[in-house]
């Protein structure tokens, strides 16, 4: 069955600290890669992506994420966090074959203390 | 721009009786998305509409539930006999097209079933 896993429910990070959140996948095909943000009270917002080339890609507030094939995962990560960071995270997965679906993983949750 | 928005933005309806959620996705946009999230869980697909293409209903959890759109425009998702099961955030998105683009989510109706 195609999955998206986000194996931490929370992640707590001091401010300043680099924060990493986890995503791995299991789907056939070539993925397509995507980071989704939820702040409170507001809607989900996209962050990043990854269709191909570059396994490293840079997305908004200065987010990045890295594509790596060989661990079927997809962590997102901020080398200096802000407690406006502080929010729902969902990894999501569009797979390119004759139908079509996009499955989210079911959540992050990220607080940064100050 | 104007982005995607979504009506009404909450509705307490009697357990059995029918609803409709409207959703107005980005001009331009060909594909439109809509989801359903329960309270501190993730999205879950439930049905997606590219264009003229037949819409993929895989995800609808039942045969209460239906959706229809109007060329690429506005869409519907109307949920007959209401049971409290139903009771969540019924999000839609839309994109400028299949695979490889990102969605643009509206705010979402949140729906109470009583």
């Known amino acids: 069955a195609q999955s998206v896993a986000q194996p931490e429910d929370q992640v707590n990070v001091a401010e300043g600290n680099p924060l990493t959140v986890k995503c791995t996948y299991s789907v056939s095909g070539n993925p397509y890669l995507f980071w989704y943000v939820q702040y409170p009270n507001r809607g989900l917002q996209f962050l990043l992506k990854?269709?191909?080339?570059?396994?490293l890609v840079k997305g908004s507030y200065g987010f990045e994420a890295e594509f790596n094939k060989s661990q079927t995962s997809f962590h997102l990560k901020k080398p200096s966090a802000l407690v406006s960071d502080s929010a729902l995270y969902f990894c999501a997965v569009s797979i390119n074959t004759g139908g079509f679906k996009t499955i989210f993983g079911a959540g992050t949750r990220l607080f940064v203390k100050a | 721009g104007a982005g995607v928005s979504q009506s009404p933005s909450n509705k307490v309806t009697e357990k059995g009786k029918d609803v409709e959620l409207r959703c107005d996705p980005i001009?331009?946009?060909?594909?439109l998305y809509w989801y359903r999230q329960r309270l501190g869980q993730g999205l879950e697909f439930l049905i997606y509409?590219?264009?003229?293409?037949?819409?993929?209903k895989s995800g609808l959890p039942s045969d209460r539930f239906s959706a229809e759109r109007t060329g690429e425009s506005v869409s519907t998702l109307t949920i007959q006999r209401t049971q409290q099961e139903d009771s969540a955030v019924y999000l839609c998105?839309?994109?400028?097209?299949?695979?490889?683009?990102?969605?643009?989510f509206g705010p979402g109706t949140r729906l109470t079933v009583t």
């Open positions: 001009s331009g946009h060909t594909a």
């Open positions: 990854y269709i191909t080339g570059d396994n």
């Open positions: 998105a839309s994109s400028l097209g299949r695979d490889g683009y990102e969605q643009y």
């Open positions: 509409f590219q264009g003229n293409s037949a819409p993929d």
